[in-house]
């Protein structure tokens, strides 16, 4: 095991991914020369190549664009959008050809492409620099989606995502990258895509999150430990969901409160909400409650603080729900 940061376990998967695999390669704004922004592709360049890390113009929808073509060469690109905001000009490459070549060609074309990006706030930066745009992608058919929270689950979900036949959108959580170490395993390692991770055992109430959120529904269960014996459920990938997790959780705990940094309505809580409403209506002790980013444009650093979801916030609906 090695002891990592979350962005260190990024760069590792991809070395490991690389070294395993000679069609797969790295593209994007400023991964080659300057190692990435953050970090992520430190050493690719130096190891593998100018024609396996490249550096790419300004152009999301430039450098998505040409994933495609790889693909249909063979070759496995993994994209790095430098900033989850940033990426809403490869969205049309992406709705529109991306998540539907291999319905297009029924399916004799496999289109393995990985789409890397940092999102969300709580790192004090500009405009444009810290959306939660999860609900896009998600909400395109076609495409698979996933977001770690630990180091571990950022090594052996991108190693899982680069594998696989089909595009695969990876939300790693800015907040986080540099935070905490723990234990990662080394060499080869995967996470499955699909399977949602128990963070903690509990018996009265169930908060489900996924990326920076876990870790603060971890405090707010710590805050809450002569109240209530709280479980947390991390959900991993977004798409597709472990819905036999989520059920089984709720079934056990009967109350749920959701947590998600993105915007209210029509979020990615809103349909676990729905899924709960259909599949665990006898199940339920009390209403599903959600604390979530609020339906305005991600405020500068002087509200973030106000925009985000906090331990607070969860706190309270904890105990609204344990009274109802």
Not at 118 to 140: K, L, N, Q
Request: hydrophobic share 45%.
């Amino acid at each position: 095991m090695a002891d990592l940061l979350m962005i260190e376990a990024v760069n590792d998967a991809l070395h490991v991914e690389l070294e395993r695999d000679d069609t797969v390669m790295v593209m994007g704004e400023d991964v080659g020369r300057a190692g990435g922004v953050f970090r992520a592709t430190a050493g690719l360049r130096e190891r593998f190549g100018a024609d396996r890390c490249v550096d790419t113009p300004l152009a999301e929808a430039g450098i998505l664009g040409t994933a495609i073509g790889l693909c249909m060469a063979g070759f496995r690109p993994v994209t790095e959008m430098q900033y989850d905001a940033f990426s809403y000009p490869c969205l049309d490459q992406l709705i529109t050809h991306v998540g539907r070549y291999h319905w297009r060609t029924g399916g004799g074309m496999e289109f393995p492409l990985v789409v890397r990006m940092p999102y969300g706030g709580g790192v004090r930066a500009p405009e444009m620099h810290d959306d939660s745009p999860e609900t896009y992608y998600v909400h395109t058919p076609g495409v698979k989606v996933a977001i770690p929270s630990t180091p571990a689950d950022a090594k052996g979900l991108l190693a899982a995502a680069i594998r696989d036949p089909d595009p695969v959108v990876i939300f790693e959580p800015k907040l986080i990258y540099r935070t905490e170490r723990s234990e990662v395993p080394e060499g080869d390692y995967i996470v499955p895509l699909g399977k949602a991770r128990l963070v903690r055992a509990g018996d009265d109430v169930t908060l489900v999150a996924y990326g920076a959120m876990v870790p603060l529904c971890e405090r707010a269960a710590d805050a809450l430990a002569d109240e209530a014996s709280v479980e947390v459920l991390d959900l991993r990938t977004l798409k597709p969901l472990d819905e036999d997790g989520l059920l089984a959780s709720v079934a056990k705990t009967g109350r749920v409160v959701i947590v998600q940094e993105a915007p209210r309505t029509a979020g990615f809580g809103a349909e676990l909400a729905a899924i709960l409403a259909e599949k665990a209506m006898l199940d339920l002790r009390g209403p599903v409650l959600r604390v979530t980013g609020y339906d305005v444009p991600y405020p500068y650093w002087k509200l973030e603080d106000a925009y985000m979801p906090s331990v607070e916030r969860i706190v309270d609906a904890v105990r609204k729900l344990l009274a109802f």
